[in-house]
């Protein structure tokens, strides 16, 4: 599985940005998908991760309210719509292809998409 995400760019404090994350192949429909996030000078951190169906999905607190994922398996799509964002919202963020819930633990995905730059100024 080929993952690639895109969508990102630069915000202004309360503002919205919707991410997508496209796959090739035909088994999309059947992994967990997540996205994660890193800023600069600070670890990969869980951002929400979203089962095969679509039923359960799992936020970090820190986006809970704000955040929703969503997936497209007709298209082989993911998304993250990001509203209310705050400038502690910066970062690279990648989306990932895994196949263990609830898909918090970055060592349980196994496909990687390069990242996508979000800057939220305040």
């Known amino acids: 599985v080929q993952l690639q995400a895109f969508g990102g760019g630069l915000v202004q404090a309360g503002g919205s940005l919707r991410l997508s994350c496209t796959a090739s192949?035909?088994?999309?429909?059947?992994?967990?998908m997540g996205w994660f996030r890193r800023a600069p000078g600070k670890e990969r951190e869980f951002v929400t991760s979203i089962n095969w169906s679509g039923g359960s999905r799992y936020y970090a607190e820190s986006v809970k309210g704000r955040f929703t994922i969503s997936r497209d398996n007709a298209k082989n799509t993911m998304y993250l719509q990001m509203d209310s964002l705050k400038p502690e919202d910066t970062a690279v963020y990648y989306c990932a292809a895994g196949s263990t819930e609830p898909g918090r633990d970055p060592d349980s995905y196994h496909y990687w998409g390069w990242g996508t730059q979000v800057t939220v100024s305040s």
């Open positions: 192949g035909r088994t999309f429909s059947r992994y967990v």
